[in-house]
């Protein structure tokens, strides 16, 4: 590997994190617009069921307490990596996929649990936004999955270097956009069918 | 999805090839054969090492800046014969069938404005933006080289997508939008709207990351003292189209992945049943749809302040508000996309506050005219072939400009609504404005990519073709529109609009002498390059920092970086005879090592897409897989820089 100057390094590191800042207002808009279209179609029911007839409180209870607290966990890890600390923050990183993955477990027994009841996403224009949307956002926690998992691997292999640290904060930056995006749709698309 | 779909091949048979018309058969032949023609070029030339590392894995900005202009020409070719097609047959079909099959000529239509918005223009833009904007701003590279490549090559499989269409299965015949219901599969089944879409969802996602990585390259990577307001006019243009990228393409990203969960897994988005809401993907197709216009021709806009100010011997005039006008265009783009639908019927209110919207963003633009103007007033004008496509474009596009601020008031909309006279209006626009500007942009920097110029007569020929052709193409359109004539007519009745379309037929022939002169002048030059070789780097006697170089530059751009103290620096280097300082003597030079993450991502790109139109679900998976398998293990590459310090002042690469 070439010797190139810290500097250099650390203006590379800059430069990428401005980047993923960007293409998170990128992903930002991409939620905004299913979110927007969502609204557009929360009463096209079709006289099908509705999210009220759907929704299971526990769950969602759940799922909401295991993404929170895999932020928590992420925050953590990337503290620990600051601290060069390979143990804990392999740990903690265990700790965020362990949480990251029960919520999509969860995620999926309750979408397959909709399928199997006859409200899969071809019943009507407001599950299809539903779907869509909730699935949108499960599918950015799988891709921060692999992510984590490539990171732990990287960690164990080769320790922490100001590479592994730049990926992490990027990581965690994602993490918490996803954490934030649940809470929207927590707000936005549950709770109003509990109120 | 179809019964007869089998685990292997998906819905994809016997019958996917095109017997269905001898037009589309010879159409299939002469991209097969060119396709072939070229795997056996290569082959006969012996050059498959130099290809594939040189070019195919390379990720200097200057070859992919290439290879992208290459792209948008060979689908500029393709996307005109579509349209000369077009024209043909409309000449030839008063009360009569023409010599295309409706379902035929549909297809025709809808490739035509895929083709030349998404696999010409954007990729000419791209090719642009790549080869030019670090040169201009003093940087050694873009920020993200390999993002780069990636972008490419996933822009190459969007159009790779777009061929295959025309041998294998059929294309969309639901026009370049898309609009749903028709699109829809209840009443376009078949894989021509899933070609459509996976076509330009794969591009899609590559011009996303071009957009995230020219504003971190333009923002970041500036050479000390380059200020945002010392920037060269085509690197701020450049700048607003990259954020306009970033935030309009989710937008289409979104309106064609509902429109395919609504074919594929049978959701109701935008069906007429179901609960689906068909205005729905208007907006959304607009939200991305207009700013796309803004993409597309504001770094042309940049392209004639360049040329304008090099080729009348003066500085820019205005340049504040030329910089000005640039932004406000940008942030206006977002606020009119509602004028593509008037007649949707969201009320006079709401039409009325986007037809004016659309008219005051009329109001930079013509800033804009009136500095260039300015710009040549007392100039000494040299008429090149760059600028003489830049003063085209000020007559024509003033015209396109009247035209559409005439299409903003929604009641003379409703009245032009889907007739020609839209067609010649935004053809007036894209081409004077878009397609001169990349047009002018590649004769003006083709010296410094290739170190020597360009043959100016075949060059005028070009230029005085395509005007004139221009004007004989789509004036009578806008006639034809206020008679009534609505768009994507394959036959007629009214003997009225015969000898008006042949006439636009006739243009389209002399557009094609134009395209022809393209030809000639490539090779014509490239015949005589010896005699227009350029040594100097700086032809035109330009103003901005790529001509501080020698052509071709070398592949780390500058040997030292120069310290930048005023707006066109160069120029006045040049005029003192003090030559600009660098700012870090013999500092170490590195450039990024080659690549296969681009062509693995664009055959990864081409799978998924392949197989999600035709069903063929496990090369879809085979395709994410390669794709994710590919991201985790570039990053455990762990050297991803090569030291060229020894090579310093070599002059070409």
Request: proline share 5%.
């Amino acid at each position: 590997m070439i010797a190139a100057s810290d500097a250099v390094e650390e203006q590379i590191d800059r430069e990428t994190e401005f980047g993923f800042w960007l293409y998170l207002m990128s992903d930002a808009v991409l939620f905004s617009l299913i979110f927007v279209t969502f609204a557009v179609m929360s009463s096209n029911l079709a006289s099908g069921p509705g999210g009220a007839d759907l929704f299971d409180i526990k769950n969602l209870a759940m799922q909401t307490a295991l993404l929170l607290t895999s932020s928590l966990t992420i925050a953590l890890a990337h503290h620990a990596t600051e601290g060069r600390n390979t143990t804990r923050a392999v740990v903690w990183l265990v700790m965020t996929c362990i949480l990251g993955t029960g919520f999509l477990a969860l995620e999926i027994r309750e979408l397959s649990g909709f399928v199997a009841e006859g409200a899969g996403p071809g019943r009507s224009g407001y599950l299809s936004a539903f779907f869509t949307l909730v699935g949108t956002h499960g599918l950015h926690v799988t891709a921060g999955l692999i992510w984590a998992l490539t990171l732990i691997v990287q960690i164990v292999l080769r320790g922490i270097d100001h590479r592994l640290l730049s990926r992490l904060a990027r990581l965690s930056l994602f993490w918490h956009f996803l954490d934030i995006v649940w809470i929207a749709v927590f707000s936005l698309v549950y709770l109003p069918e509990f109120l | 999805m179809t019964e007869n779909a089998s685990l292997l091949l998906g819905r994809l048979g016997l019958d996917a090839l095109p017997f269905y018309s001898w037009v589309a058969f010879s159409g299939a032949l002469v991209t097969l054969a060119g396709g072939v023609g070229f795997l056996v070029l290569v082959t006969w030339l012996g050059q498959w090492r130099a290809l594939w590392t040189g070019w195919l894995t390379s990720v200097d900005h200057k070859r992919i800046g290439i290879m992208y202009i290459v792209l948008a020409l060979v689908m500029l070719v393709r996307g005109f014969v579509d349209a000369i097609m077009m024209r043909l047959q409309q000449a030839m079909s008063y009360n009569r069938e023409g010599y295309l099959p409706p379902e035929h000529f549909e297809q025709i239509f809808s490739s035509h404005g895929t083709i030349m918005i998404f696999f010409m223009a954007m990729p000419f833009m791209t090719g642009l933006l790549n080869y030019i904007i670090p040169l201009q701003i003093g940087a050694r590279d873009v920020a993200f080289p390999v993002l780069n490549a990636i972008s490419f090559w996933l822009t190459f499989a969007g159009a790779g997508l777009m061929l295959i269409s025309l041998v294998i299965g059929k294309f969309s015949t639901a026009g370049w939008t898309g609009y749903p219901p028709y699109s829809g599969v209840e009443f376009t089944p078949g894989v021509g709207v899933d070609y459509w879409i996976w076509s330009i969802l794969v591009s899609g996602v590559g011009t996303t990351m071009t957009g995230i990585n020219f504003v971190v390259t333009i923002l970041r990577k500036r050479a000390p003292g380059m200020l945002l307001m010392r920037m060269p006019l085509f690197t701020w243009t450049g700048l607003c189209s990259s954020i306009l990228i970033i935030f309009a393409f989710p937008a289409l990203t979104v309106s064609t992945t509902m429109l395919a969960l609504d074919r594929t897994l049978g959701m109701h988005f935008f069906t007429n049943d179901g609960g689906g809401n068909v205005m729905n993907y208007m907006n959304l197709f607009w939200i991305w749809g207009h700013p796309e216009v803004y993409i597309l021709i504001l770094p042309a806009f940049g392209i004639f302040s360049e040329v304008v100010a090099t080729f009348s011997s003066k500085r820019l005039f205005g340049y504040p508000s030329l910089v000005y006008a640039t932004a406000v265009i940008a942030v206006l783009s977002f606020t009119v996309w509602l004028h593509h639908f008037f007649t949707m019927g969201a009320g006079a209110n709401v039409n009325a506050i986007f037809g004016i919207a659309t008219m005051v963003i009329a109001v930079p633009t013509g800033v804009k005219v009136f500095d260039w103007l300015f710009t040549m007033f007392r100039g000494r004008i040299r008429f090149e072939p760059p600028m003489l496509f830049t003063i085209g474009f000020m007559c024509l596009f003033v015209i396109g400009g009247m035209s559409g601020v005439l299409l903003a008031i929604p009641p003379i909309n409703y009245s032009t609504h889907n007739t020609t006279f839209l067609v010649a209006h935004f053809h007036n626009m894209i081409i004077p404005g878009v397609l001169f500007g990349y047009l002018a942009g590649y004769m003006y920097w083709f010296p410094k990519a290739f170190g020597f110029q360009l043959d100016r007569v075949w060059g005028a020929r070009s230029f005085w073709f395509w005007m004139i052709g221009f004007l004989l193409a789509f004036m009578p359109l806008y006639a034809l529109g206020l008679m009534g004539m609505p768009r994507r007519l394959e036959t007629y009745g009214n003997p009225e609009w015969q000898p008006l379309l042949i006439v636009a037929f006739v243009g389209a022939c002399l557009i094609l002498m134009g395209i022809i002169s393209l030809v000639m002048q490539l090779w014509v030059s490239v015949k005589n390059r010896k005699a227009l070789v350029d040594q100097t780097g700086d032809p035109w006697d330009g103003r901005t920092l790529e001509w501080s170089m020698p052509s071709p530059p070398p592949i780390w751009n500058f040997d030292n970086v120069p310290v930048v103290s005023s707006r066109d620096a160069f120029h006045e280097a040049k005029l003192s005879g003090i030559p600009l300082p660098a700012a870090e003597e013999d500092s170490p030079l590195s450039v990024p090592k080659n690549s296969v993450m681009g062509p693995c991502m664009g055959v990864a790109g081409m799978c998924i897409g392949f197989g999600a139109v035709w069903y063929i679900w496990w090369l879809a998976f085979a395709g994410l897989a390669i794709a994710v398998a590919a991201i985790i293990g570039r990053s455990f590459v762990q050297s991803t820089e090569n030291d060229v310090s020894f090579k310093r002042g070599a002059t070409t690469t």
